[in-house]
């Protein structure tokens, strides 16, 4: 039903970790199919981010600590298919690894080694997460940072969304504000602002770079020790999970909300509604 890409004007934004704690979000509390990948080749950190989570059969196919897993799986399996014509029905479901049974789940990325080569396969891909579209109401896609390849100019393109990472950093801000790093195809596009990593106490915070470029407001994810440590754990849902229903007071409170927030408003964006989408207290409890 919806595509959304996450993209930021340089590396080391925080985009995948984001982009993975809205996953958890989103398979969590929602009654949808949600496919999460990545797309740039030999890139594992996403994967890495649900290591401990993924279902018996994905085990097999890497080991814990987060490395690639056996050649010729996930997006290298469809990419395959695609190129043989076959790309249909369950192809691209059939090929991933299970986060959240029937509500999340990884397509592992490329494990080829010619950057090249895989740029040239930029139609595929595209036709891919196409298909993929077909079965998954919510596609979470965690492009390059600062990359205007033919591939992410393509995935933004066809993205309902477009997620813009910014970390309180005067390069990465200078940059997407100004202009000076700008896929062309984000021109049009709808488009959302996400703070990662986000200190209230600096003077880089959300509010004052808002109205200093006279943007719209955006969304925030508050820099957080403990979810950090879970992510290099490979413990991302495992994480939501505990601390999914904390008090106010909790002081994993704050990037819990925020991070809920950002997930029903992307969920909005695309068209669904998250009122009616979201799974009550006892069936969270159940599950």
């Given at each position: ?26 398979g ?17 950190s ?19 600590s ?42 592992s990325s ?45 995935l933004?393109?066809s ?54 470029y ?8 508050p ?11 490979g ?21 819990i ?31």
């Amino acid at each position: 039903m919806g595509q959304i890409a996450f993209w930021s004007p340089y590396p080391g934004s925080g985009q995948t970790s984001s982009m993975a704690a809205i996953a958890a979000v989103m398979g969590s509390e929602y009654h949808i199919r949600c496919l999460i990948a990545q797309t740039k080749a030999r890139e594992s950190s996403l994967e890495h981010s649900f290591s401990r989570s993924l279902n018996t059969f994905s085990r097999n196919l890497g080991n814990l600590s987060g490395t690639r897993s056996i050649s010729g799986t996930g997006l290298d399996a469809v990419i395959r298919i695609a190129r043989s014509g076959k790309l249909e029905g369950g192809a691209v479901k059939n090929n991933t690894q299970i986060v959240e049974q029937g509500r999340l789940d990884l397509l592992s990325s490329s494990d080829q080694k010619d950057q090249a080569k895989f740029e040239t396969a930029s139609e595929l891909i595209r036709s891919v997460f196409d298909q993929a579209s077909r079965y998954y109401n919510v596609i979470l896609l965690d492009l390059p940072a600062g990359d205007d390849s033919e591939l992410s100019r393509k995935l933004i393109a066809s993205s309902d969304v477009v997620v813009i990472c910014l970390p309180q950093s005067w390069r990465s801000l200078d940059a997407y504000f100004n202009q000076k790093i700008w896929p062309r195809t984000l021109n049009g596009k709808k488009t959302v602002l996400l703070f990662t990593q986000h200190d209230p106490h600096s003077k880089y915070k959300a509010a004052n770079v808002t109205r200093k470029y006279k943007s719209p407001k955006g969304l925030i994810i508050p820099y957080n020790t403990t979810f950090k440590d879970a992510l290099n754990d490979g413990d991302t849902k495992g994480f939501y999970k505990a601390n999914q229903a904390v008090e106010r007071r909790h002081p994993n409170n704050d990037f819990i909300i925020e991070v809920q927030r950002a997930a029903k408003q992307l969920l909005d964006e695309i068209g669904i509604d998250s009122k009616t989408k979201r799974i009550d207290a006892e069936e969270r409890g159940a599950s």
